[in-house]
């Protein structure tokens, strides 16, 4: 009996209006023992992680979605809503609520956490970034406090290594043995009340409890923001940082790429070398490392993609940047809340998705949702690169600018402005709709928290080649070898093989876009992800060649076989095409609905087609 | 909107304030109203009520949870690229930024 209540660890729950800094203190408490669940058939994503008091109790902690209310107008508010009345689907109430408030913006704050109070479930306040207090010359009576709300309230600084501690010793005090909670009793003058009044309430706390030392200084956001937010200065700076993020993908990660593919090529030769001749060196090092290699080698530009954007998330400057927009956006039929979920799309169409929960209007979000996979995703990114490597002189135009990068600059402008004109068409009509965005106070982001979002991203990507494109590497392998061609045949190995065959089967259909047979393996295999293509060109290229650096050959091998049309028209087919099962998924989850999928995958693939046809035949017209 | 309804039938949160501006609205209708949305660059104000515009007014609503009530001065820090849509405002220590819909349902004293 007992032992059955120890083995089950308590669940707590983090919950807070939005930029009160409950992530960086979730991950205060868990450290890396967090996993980001994707619960399939729920449209959410939560971060479950657990925690071990220094008294050995183990907890379940859950990060929830922030919201400012438990009237919830947007999906992700209605998941925080549901949890903390215990009515989310297949799963009890937490134990215990941590409601955290931002001390410095305690005036918002605090009306959520009397809302909370008013479910009477247990609860503990946990007043965060007490730190930058002391810079605004405030000071809260937090025994006061405590006494007034009735529980108990610990202070905390989210960003900062053991900023935690408060917290976690009194949870080490609430609970006596593993799985057993004890409130501590205040003399509680518990305000069950008229929420009309919340408001006063939360002045007559303020008033009791918050004294202020000084007038108030100028703020760092009134500084910043007369610049950031200037019509003119303001969009200056947001081009700036925009532009630097695409340079620093293809230029900070030039080392880190060289070095990864050499020691990938060290691998492969050594792998020969202890690997007799015959199928099984086949299958490891071209069809493993050939394949799954050739991707893993651009895990530094995606992860210089999301330092990016995490650091700009982070600091504060997202919404800002989406205020900024947000009449540019107007312009396409949507609001300036579809922009960070767009800005991600940038990283991965997936989380992007998935970001669009805080999308309030239906029809936006849909919409949201249908152009999300034509902003340019990291995946595509190892094919951009290859092509344009292969195809586009590394050469500088006007002096400053190298022409490979602004290739790849055109590309994703082109992906932008395909995605306004697919929203323009998709929305008419003007129905009003929602901005209501917080713009929060501007911190350093902290490091602690960028590290963790880009291993949990590297995590991701490496489990990914791990996974789907280590076995599709190896089933394409296999297709393309076997059979082996009948003795005394002519033309090489991979046309007798079943690879081969469907690839020449597929090419009346792709011929008139200058698809070879080759690119038809690589696209069917490329329909689980976008990257396995290369991988897939890699595989049977090296299958031809019998090379151990995949994608140093390719370059040359791909520029010697390909015509110009042919390269530019891959690169417009992949601008559109949804070769992407992830994403597929999700929008199926998301929006709860096949029809839309199917919505998606007819749309992109024709406008994939369309536009590899077009440039196809008029780069062939210009060439001769 | 049902789940709106399970929730106050289930908790008891009696949501009365858009009934509490809606009277302030009836009394102050003759007079000269002053919404955010005409409120110059840099300039503050104090709110008045927020408007509903129709009953059940889930932006109303969300403005007065977000702390547009009675007494708070607000300031436009500001405005769009394009025009005065949206526009950014700071009330106490949080700066949001409304669409110009969203913030004439602001009024001024």
Redesign the interface.
């Known amino acids: 009996m007992v032992g059955d209540v120890m083995a089950k660890p308590l669940r707590i729950a983090l919950v807070g209006n939005p930029n009160c800094g409950k992530t960086a203190l979730f991950n205060q408490l868990t450290g890396s023992r967090q996993k980001v669940a994707n619960y399939a058939g729920v449209t959410v994503e939560r971060k479950s992680g657990y925690l071990v008091t220094p008294h050995g109790r183990k907890l379940q902690v859950l990060d929830l979605p922030g919201t400012y209310s438990l009237l919830a107008t947007s999906p992700d508010e209605a998941v925080t809503r549901d949890v903390c009345m215990g009515r989310y689907k297949g799963e009890p109430a937490p134990d215990l609520l941590i409601c955290v408030v931002a001390a410095t913006n305690l005036r918002l704050h605090l009306r959520f956490l009397l809302e909370l109070l008013q479910l009477g479930r247990p609860l503990v306040v946990v007043l965060n970034m007490v730190d930058v207090l002391e810079k605004y010359g405030i000071r809260i009576d937090v025994p006061r406090l405590q006494s007034e709300l009735g529980v108990p309230v610990v202070t905390t600084v989210g960003v900062r290594n053991g900023g935690a501690k408060n917290l976690i010793t009194l949870l080490d005090e609430m609970m006596p043995q593993q799985g057993v909670l004890h409130l501590p009793k205040l003399n509680s003058s518990v305000i069950l009340e008229n929420s009309s009044c919340v408001h006063d309430r939360v002045r007559k706390i303020l008033e009791t409890c918050v004294t202020r030392d000084r007038p108030l200084a100028v703020k760092l956001e009134d500084v910043l923001d007369r610049w950031v937010l200037h019509p003119i200065w303001g969009m200056i700076i947001l081009s700036f940082l925009l532009f630097i993020m695409f340079q620093a993908v293809f230029s900070w990660a030039q080392p880190f790429m060289d070095m990864l593919q050499d020691s990938i090529n060290r691998l492969g030769i050594l792998v020969s070398t202890l690997i007799p001749e015959g199928p099984l060196r086949g299958l490891v090092v071209d069809g493993v490392i050939g394949g799954a290699g050739t991707v893993v080698v651009f895990l530094p530009q995606i992860l210089i993609l999301f330092l990016w954007i995490l650091a700009l998330e982070e600091s504060g400057y997202l919404p800002r940047a989406a205020f900024l927009l947000d009449c540019f956006m107007g312009c396409a039929g949507l609001g300036g809340r579809s922009f960070i979920p767009l800005l991600s799309s940038f990283a991965c169409a997936v989380p992007g998705i998935m970001a669009t929960r805080t999308i309030q209007h239906t029809r936006d979000r849909i919409v949201t949702i249908l152009i999300a996979p034509l902003m340019t995703c990291s995946a595509r990114l190892p094919i951009y690169a290859l092509l344009i490597g292969a195809f586009i002189p590394n050469k500088s135009v006007i002096g400053v600018f190298n022409l490979q990068g602004l290739v790849l600059f055109v590309l994703y402008i082109v992906g932008i402005l395909s995605a306004f004109i697919v929203a323009r068409l998709l929305k008419k009509g003007g129905e009003e709709r929602f901005l209501l965005m917080e713009l929060p106070h501007y911190h350093w982001p902290s490091l602690r928290n960028l590290l963790l979002g880009l291993w949990q991203r590297a995590k991701i990507f490496l489990s990914r080649v791990g996974t789907i494109i280590v076995s599709l590497s190896i089933i394409l392998w296999a297709l393309s070898s076997f059979p082996a061609p009948p003795s005394g045949s002519t033309g090489t190995a991979l046309e007798w093989s079943l690879a081969g065959r469907i690839g020449h089967i597929l090419v009346p259909i792709f011929s008139p876009i200058g698809f070879n047979w080759q690119i038809c393996v690589a696209l069917i295999v490329g329909l689980a992800a976008r990257e396995v293509a290369v991988g897939a060109l890699g595989t049977v290229y090296a299958i031809a060649a019998s090379e151990n650096d995949i994608s140093g050959s390719l370059i040359p091998l791909l520029s010697a076989q390909w015509g110009l049309a042919t390269a530019f028209s891959l690169l417009a087919w992949y601008v559109y095409a949804p070769q992407c099962l992830s994403t597929l998924a999700v929008i199926r989850r998301e929006t709860g609905s096949w029809r839309m999928v199917m919505i998606t995958v007819v749309y992109l693939f024709a406008l994939a087609y369309i536009a590899a046809f077009l440039v196809y035949r008029i780069t062939g017209l210009f060439m001769g | 909107m049902c ?2 309804q399970v ?1 106050l039938k ?2 008891h ?5 858009s009934t ?1 501006a809606k009277s302030l609205y009836h009394e102050k209708r003759n007079e000269q109203k002053k919404p955010l949305n005409t409120l110059p660059l840099y300039h503050s104000g104090v709110v008045d009520h927020v408007e509903a515009l129709f009953p059940q007014d ?2 109303a ?7 547009f ?1 009675p007494g708070e001065p607000v300031k436009v ?7 005065k ?2 526009i ?1 405002v ?1 009330i ?8 110009s ?2 913030a004439r349902r602001v009024i001024l004293r």
Do not use: N
């Open positions: 789940f709106r929730f289930k908790r949160i009696p949501v009365k304030l509490q889930m932006i609503k969300r403005l007065e949870e977000l702390g009530v820090i500001a405005y769009c690229p394009l025009g849509d949206p950014a700071e106490g220590f949080t700066r949001f930024a409304l669409r819909s969203e």
